[in-house]
């Protein structure tokens, strides 16, 4: 089912993309394929930040949660999700590009290595309707011609480090990788307010000061945005190259989308702060009938008060 469901359609339409190409260059083919991706999850990546940006804005909320469920941990969860369902927060609505991402990549991995090694196979992963297009038809007789290097110089078949050879080209894209990884977390990863560090934190728990969960949670994501460029470093360098290029131009693409959406999001709320700073005469007239009725209501009170001490001091006498 995971051949015929998703290696299948990526392999037939990375082979188009390589049939449309003149004289068959697979690392173009393969940057036009994870362009074409990254625009189909364009949706998802928005709404992933969205509800990324929500949940750090309830970080104050969260706390005070915390602080009033006293460690009931039931309690806690139930205002939680509370306070989600109010301001229509999915939790886990952010992993959901990721869940899409993982079948792509390991897809595209069985996809590489029916291209370079088993190349026997193209034949029976063709689609019908795509076998009778010439370039096609000619590399299911001639499985052998597929070129499968980038520019024809680049063997995108080969890891980085290999086992008699560095492959440069994909080492730099490594880099890349890494560097590019870096950039997406940074777009993403509030700033810190203060300027603690983890060592910092947990001495000052030691002393017996409550630590702070806000602080203790920019840290650990400080920390990780530092420690997974470099974990992904030593990865790639062991992915075959086209994987390595995959990765690299996704990240790529994808830090110019988180660029436009931060940017269409600040602008909105330079907006609504523009309009906030000039209301309408409309929100005019209605702030002043509300200030009348507000005096209106305070005159009635005092009459009503005046009445009834006038009537007090009557039965008195």
Excluded: C
């Excluded at 806690?76 to 886990?92: A, C, N, R, S």
């Excluded at 190349?119 to 299911?140: D, M, V, W």
């Excluded at 309408?280 to 009725?293: H, P, S």
Aim: proline fraction near 4%.
């Amino acid at each position: 089912m995971f051949n015929t469901f998703i290696v299948q359609p990526i392999f037939n339409l990375l082979l188009v993309i390589y049939s449309l190409i003149p004289g068959g260059d697979f690392g173009i083919a393969l940057i036009i394929f994870t362009i074409i991706v990254r625009l189909l999850m364009w949706p998802l990546l928005k709404k992933q930040l969205h509800q990324a940006k929500a949940m750090r804005k309830m970080q104050p909320e969260l706390a005070r949660i915390k602080r009033e469920a006293k460690g009931n941990r039931q309690l806690e969860g139930v205002m939680m999700m509370e306070l989600y369902k109010k301001h229509d927060i999915k939790p886990f609505s952010s992993i959901l590009v990721l869940l899409i991402q993982l079948p792509i990549f390991i897809a595209l991995y069985e996809v590489i290595r029916i291209f370079t090694s088993q190349r026997e196979q193209i034949a029976s992963f063709t689609y019908e309707i795509f076998k009778g297009i010439g370039p096609i038809s000619n590399l299911i007789v001639n499985p052998n011609n597929f070129n499968q290097k980038m520019l024809g110089f680049f063997d995108l078949s080969a890891p980085a480090v290999g086992a008699n050879a560095v492959n440069i080209f994909v080492l730099i894209v490594a880099v890349g990788a890494a560097v590019t990884q870096y950039i997406m977390s940074k777009q993403t990863t509030p700033q810190q307010s203060s300027k603690k560090s983890l060592k910092e934190i947990l001495n000052e728990a030691a002393d017996g000061k409550q630590a702070d969960q806000g602080e203790i949670n920019a840290v650990m994501m400080s920390k990780m945005t530092k420690f997974l460029p470099i974990m992904m470093f030593f990865i790639m360098i062991n992915l075959p190259g086209a994987l390595v290029l995959y990765y690299t131009v996704s990240n790529v693409v994808a830090i110019f989308q988180q660029r436009s959406i931060l940017k269409e999001d600040t602008e909105e709320m330079i907006e609504i702060a523009d309009s906030a700073d000039k209301p309408a005469a409309g929100k005019k007239a209605t702030l002043k009938a509300r200030e009348k009725q507000a005096v209106e209501g305070k005159v009635i009170r005092i009459v009503a008060k005046d009445t009834t001490d006038y009537r007090s001091k009557k039965e008195k006498k």
